[in-house]
């Protein structure tokens, strides 16, 4: 059965850092890895999507990168900012994903400091 | 704008009590999903429905049920056989395969049901 793992629970950083968030996972035949963000009591928004066959993502400040016979995913922010704040999720999607359901980790809590 | 819209926001409920989210999506997707989301905890995925008018059970859907009637609509029952029904709900629809961002999952706002 797929687990997904996030290390650490919780950061905080001051402003302007540069942070890595770590995801991993039990079985590597992955559909595609995405990480979310979640602003307290509210819905995710889908930052990054990396497919099976890539191993990395951009999106301005964000890079996530996947090594999937290893079972790793990290998201990258460059020069944090306060707004970055926020929790991080990462899912994998199995394969025989076509149902396309999604195996969460329990994310990462991110605290970046004026 | 497209999107989907999770009602109500706040829900409180005896208990006993059935109660019914609803999730609506206006993006033409086929597929649609609820997760339960508990505090430290990741999402857990309750039901899911690939087409209208069929569902399947996800890893704890029991206390739950599900209807597909339309393709925009998928509203979940949280019935007083859930025992421990606190929680925030999350819907969330998926993009097709063959449609640019595909299998990326759009999520709603959710929706916090407590029980008194």
């Known amino acids: 059965k797929q687990e997904v793992t996030q290390i650490p629970a919780a950061l905080s950083v001051p402003e302007g850092e540069n942070l890595v968030l770590n995801c991993s996972f039990t079985d590597s035949a992955i559909y595609n890895l995405q990480w979310f963000r979640q602003d307290p009591g509210k819905g995710l928004t889908s930052l990054l999507l990396?497919?099976?066959?890539?191993r990395e993502q951009t999106s301005g400040r964000l890079n996530a990168s996947l090594d999937k016979s290893s079972g790793r995913s990290t998201l990258y922010i460059a020069a944090s900012q306060p707004g970055d704040s926020a929790t991080y999720l990462c899912?994998?999607?199995?394969?025989?994903?076509?149902?396309?359901?999604?195996?969460f980790g329990k994310g990462t809590k991110l605290s970046v400091k004026p | 704008d497209g999107g989907i819209t999770q009602s109500p926001k706040y829900l409180f409920r005896k208990e006993g009590q059935n109660v019914t989210l609803s999730c609506e999506q206006n993006?033409?997707?086929?597929?649609m999903y609820w997760y339960r989301q508990d505090p430290g905890q990741g999402l857990r995925l309750i039901y899911y429905s690939q087409i209208v008018n069929d569902f399947q059970k996800g890893d704890i859907a029991e206390g739950y049920s599900v209807s597909r009637e339309k393709k925009e609509s998928f509203p979940l029952t949280v019935t007083s056989a859930q025992k421990n029904p606190t929680a925030f709900y999350l819907c969330a629809s998926r993009h097709p395969e063959s449609a640019a961002g595909a299998n990326v999952l759009t999520f709603g706002a959710g929706s916090r049901l407590t029980v008194l």
């Open positions: 993006l033409n997707h086929d597929a």
């Open positions: 899912a994998v999607m199995n394969y025989g994903g076509s149902q396309g359901n999604l195996i």
């Open positions: 990396i497919q099976s066959s890539q």
